[in-house]
């Protein structure tokens, strides 16, 4: 039986930065997704605040809300079956010392901050963040 989901995916300053957003792309559409919607945005401080509210606790959470909102970046809602399981396999551990061959952030990551793409870790997370970034 199929799965249709939709997932949010952020390709981050740093692969932005170093010009992989088409290499990026390319992975997700060689792996069977459709890229729905795209935009290309910078976020303010308090914009990435609001979106990475659920770490607001962790003792990392200021530096990351200062890296997503330094530079431009691509958001994306990604279509496939089994969009969002498949698109956190695809992009690896948070950590790109920890993730497997062939991963987008052992690929591209630099390290545990700037580990190049975000992607929803849940339904109801996707939902949310579609929304955050596309709900007019
Ligand atoms: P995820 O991006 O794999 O879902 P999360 O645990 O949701 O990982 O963390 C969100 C982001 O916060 C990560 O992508 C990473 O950039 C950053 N992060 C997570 N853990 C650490 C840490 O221990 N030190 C610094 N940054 C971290
Ligand atoms: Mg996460």
């Known amino acids: 039986m199929s799965n249709l989901e939709k997932t949010l995916s952020i390709i981050k300053p740093d692969a932005v930065e170093r010009k992989l957003e088409n290499e990026i792309k390319n992975c997700f559409i060689n792996s069977g997704f459709v890229i729905e919607k795209e935009k290309k945005i910078q976020l303010s401080k ?48 948070t950590d790109p010392k920890k993730s497997e061959e062939g991963t987008i952030r052992k690929k591209y990551g630099i390290s545990i901050d700037k580990n190049s793409v975000h992607g929803s ?6 939902k949310i963040e579609i929304d955050f970034f596309f709900k007019n």
């Open 121 to 126: 870790d849940s339904l109801e997370n996707a």
């Open 46 to 93: 308090e914009e990435a605040e609001d979106f990475y509210k659920v770490h607001q606790t962790k003792p990392f959470y200021n530096d990351l809300c200062e890296y997503l909102s330094s530079g431009p970046i691509i958001v994306m809602i990604l279509k496939k079956d089994n969009a969002i399981t498949d698109n956190r396999k695809l992009m690896g551990a």
